[in-house]
């Protein structure tokens, strides 16, 4: 068994860590815990954090925000005793963020070794995952994909379910950006 700790801007990603441990409900999972679970069975998520709640990173050398909470998360992953820190930030049409989220995992590898890291940028935001998952339809192309998920009627629930029932290959293949995700993790928490 595997125990990771969570990173995620709201409670789609992160269900019942993205409250307050006297408000949470284990039932209430969100679509990071189930693509976990997805990639490696039997994963325990031992927390989370929301990203807003990253304290940032200080020590060493110019670093942009981004960067900062990369390895703010990681450290807090670090110190909570985790094996793992996964986590999923928004691009939201940034490609900036984009580099500096892959440098900081870069350089997170290398501070902490013993520690797996999966992140990664939905694009543009965690509802383009959540529509090929639960319409099989492409939206890593859409600037909005809140309002296509709203038309939809995609909902979190749903999209865990899906991930739940094993229909991740279909998904996979409809957003580009949620398959080099999974890849990463499948590979990252494997051993």
Request: hydrophobic residues 45%.
């Amino acid at each position: 068994m595997i125990t990771v700790f969570l990173g995620g801007e709201g409670p789609t990603e992160l269900g019942r860590y993205a409250r307050a441990a006297a408000f949470r409900n284990a039932e209430d999972v969100g679509v990071l815990e189930a693509l976990v679970r997805g990639a490696r069975p039997g994963a325990e998520v031992s927390g989370g954090l929301l990203w807003k709640d990253i304290r940032h990173y200080k020590a060493g050398g110019k670093r942009s925000r981004e960067q900062r909470l990369v390895l703010g998360l990681c450290l807090r992953a670090k110190e909570s005793g985790a094996a793992a820190v996964v986590f999923a930030r928004d691009r939201d049409g940034d490609t900036d963020r984009e580099r500096a989220i892959a440098n900081a995992m870069v350089q997170a590898r290398s501070m902490w070794p013993t520690l797996k890291i999966v992140g990664g940028l939905p694009v543009e935001k965690i509802e383009s995952w959540m529509i090929a998952l639960c319409a099989h339809e492409p939206a890593d192309h859409l600037t909005e994909p809140k309002d296509r998920a709203k038309e939809l009627g995609v909902r979190r629930e749903a999209a865990v379910t899906q991930i739940e029932a094993g229909h991740l290959a279909l998904a996979e293949s409809k957003s580009p950006s949620l398959s080099a995700w999974m890849q990463d993790a499948r590979s990252t928490l494997a051993v």
